[in-house]
């Protein structure tokens, strides 16, 4: 097995055993990165190609600075992102981070007690309670379902803001939408994945 830097010296060469190399250890983790930008297999395959070859073509420009999966990671990004825009103009967790990143980062308060027990019968569907989504215990599977039930274009605000830690300035020119807009679908893609977790979370604490 050939080192890191092995490997980009060897792809910075064009050499096919060094690609082969970049790809099998990287491809899991990209393809997570993927999956949160659509929720169709055959456009997630597309993007992992077309982002794995930028990556072969654009190795040169690798500083050397910084993580290279990290490098990877932002080709993956973009690639989604030009798919994303050429399917607006034609009509329109990675994985182990979803978990922690839609429940206790966006979602949950840290100050709960996690140790309480909820009384089912006080749960009231109009209200979001987050205690009770806390208890849910969701796998990764299940956030990433909810994670694509969202419309394209606040699934891409939201990952981009949420996952990537892009700021709205930086979003709007992205997507060439407005600052406003990228805030009102991430508002609007919180307040979706919130409902549908809660509704979730009754029918698990419920069994």
């Known amino acids: 097995m050939l080192s890191e830097d092995q490997i980009i010296r060897g792809c910075r060469k064009h050499n096919r055993m060094a690609q082969k190399e970049l790809?099998?250890?990287?491809?899991?983790?990209?393809?997570?990165?993927?999956?949160?930008?659509?929720?169709?297999?055959?456009?997630?395959?597309d993007?992992?190609?077309?982002?794995?070859?930028?990556?072969?073509?654009?190795?040169?420009?690798?500083?050397?600075?910084?993580s290279f999966e990290g490098w990877i990671k932002r080709i993956m990004i973009n690639t989604?992102?030009?798919q994303y825009n050429k399917k607006k103009n034609k009509r329109h967790l990675d994985?182990?981070?979803?978990?922690?990143?839609?429940?206790?980062k966006e979602f949950i308060d840290d100050n709960?007690?996690?140790?309480?027990?909820?009384?089912?019968?006080?749960?009231?569907?109009?209200i979001?309670?987050?205690?009770?989504?806390?208890k849910a215990d969701f796998s990764v599977d299940e956030l990433l379902s909810v994670l694509n039930i969202l419309p394209a274009g606040?699934?891409?605000?939201?990952n981009l803001y949420v996952m990537e830690n892009y700021k709205h300035k930086e979003i709007?020119?992205?997507?060439?939408?407005?600052?406003?807009t990228s805030r009102t679908r991430l508002l609007r893609a919180r307040k979706i994945i919130q409902k549908e977790l809660y509704k979730l979370s009754i029918e698990k604490v419920s069994k």
Do not use: H
Not at 23 to 45: A, F, H, L
């Open 154 to 158: 606040f699934r891409m605000v939201f």
């Open 112 to 126: 709960i007690n996690s140790d309480d027990d909820i009384d089912k019968d006080e749960i009231d569907e109009e």
């Open 47 to 66: 993007i992992l190609q077309e982002g794995f070859l930028k990556v072969y073509l654009k190795i040169k420009q690798y500083s050397g600075k910084g």
């Open 128 to 134: 979001i309670n987050v205690d009770v989504i806390k």
């Open 23 to 45: 790809y099998n250890k990287y491809v899991s983790s990209m393809y997570g990165i993927c999956m949160r930008y659509t929720n169709d297999p055959s456009e997630v395959k």
């Open 80 to 82: 989604a992102i030009t």
């Open 172 to 180: 709007a020119k992205k997507l060439k939408i407005d600052e406003k």
């Open 95 to 104: 994985i182990a981070n979803v978990k922690e990143t839609l429940i206790n």
